[in-house]
């Protein structure tokens, strides 16, 4: 048959992303909000979540603060979910940026090793000379449904 009688593709393919970690305690602090939202396409497949040994680290201490005193079993459930529907990846530490969060490192080297965006509430802690992409939970909902560029 010739390709351009091929039958058009219909799912969507998955969208890989760095997410921060304050998107995560966004998603635990409410249920309903659009960082809730992001975390339920990671958990259908929507959205492949790019982990690395340092981001993990950094959910589980960030998450497991007695200050926000969220319930163990959410916790576990999704650092299992980032884990396990994870991308694995091993960036080279990047030392030479000046950056509005000293530990924001992790999650610059991240996305320009794996060439995907991050996902942030803080997009001021991601300036441009960073060299990746940073979108909002709004944004890259919007190009998961179609309606913005692909990440």
Known sequence: ????????????????????????????????GTPARLVDEIRSGGLTPVVSPAVLAEYEAV???????????CVDDLLADMTGLGLFARPDPIADLDLPDPTDGPFIALPRHAGCAIVTGNIRHFPKRAGVEALTPAQCLARLSGAGDAA
Request: charged share 30%; hydrophobic share 40%.
């Open 1 to 32: 048959m010739p390709k351009s009688h091929w039958p058009a593709r219909k799912e969507r393919l998955p969208v890989r992303a760095v997410v921060d970690t304050n998107v995560l305690v966004s998603a635990l602090i409410s249920s309903i």
């Open 63 to 73: 998450l497991r603060r007695s200050r926000f005193d969220f319930p163990r079993d």
